[in-house]
């Protein structure tokens, strides 16, 4: 058995502005950059495996929660949220002429328009998630995190989330074989000592 601790990056200025990223490479403000500069992967964390999404958000954050550089896994890439990036949420949700669909009504096959559904994403995060062989801390986005939540749960993007995802935290999946688990009770960063 090995364990998947998964940690979302820090606010970026679209977050703050409730704008949708996807894979839209935008780094940390410099908020987000000095409130993950004073934090820390607690133990055992601090000696396990360090992986990232390629995009520049994620490598920021675990280059400073891990101090040392991740090794970048295309595999964890956010989903693609085709003609949604770069827009607001709000507006999105708003659009009369816009199939938006809260992600509690997704499903595993609903598409953003030109975008990616939660299965091809699960497709991708999975099998590389079966082939890790010691416990490791990946930083990634919240899109990776609610498939992988979801495959270790049993959740189906049908109704309410059994899971709230957070920042600072580490969301721990249980691996072993094709049994999945996620632990309950997330684990907090550290603080780094003055």
Not at 42 to 47: E, F, G, L, N
Not at 95 to 100: F, G, T
Not at 118 to 147: E, F, K, N, S, Y
Request: glycine share 6%; charged share 25%; aromatic share 6%.
């Amino acid at each position: 058995m090995i364990r998947l601790a998964l940690l979302r990056h820090g606010h970026t200025t679209w977050n703050r502005a409730g704008r949708i990223q996807g894979r839209s490479d935008i780094p940390l403000d410099d908020a987000a950059r000095a409130e993950l500069a004073a934090r820390k992967l607690p133990a055992p964390w601090d000696t396990a495996d360090l992986c990232a999404s390629p995009l520049i958000r994620a490598i920021e954050t675990a280059t400073l929660v891990g101090s040392m550089a991740p090794r970048p896994e295309p595999a964890l890439m956010e989903m693609h949220w085709g003609d949604w990036e770069g827009r607001e949420a709000r507006a999105v949700r708003a659009d009369p002429a816009c199939d938006h669909r809260d992600i509690e009504d997704w499903g595993w096959n609903y598409t953003p328009p030109n975008g990616e559904p939660p299965q091809a994403v699960r497709d991708r995060v999975v099998p590389w998630a079966q082939a890790l062989r010691r416990d490791t801390v990946a930083v990634c986005h919240i899109g990776v995190m609610r498939v992988l939540l979801a495959h270790a749960s049993g959740w189906n993007f049908d109704g309410a989330a059994p899971f709230a995802i957070k920042r600072n935290r580490l969301f721990i999946l249980a691996i072993d074989g094709d049994h999945w688990s996620a632990l309950k009770d997330p684990v907090r960063l550290e603080q780094r000592a003055p």
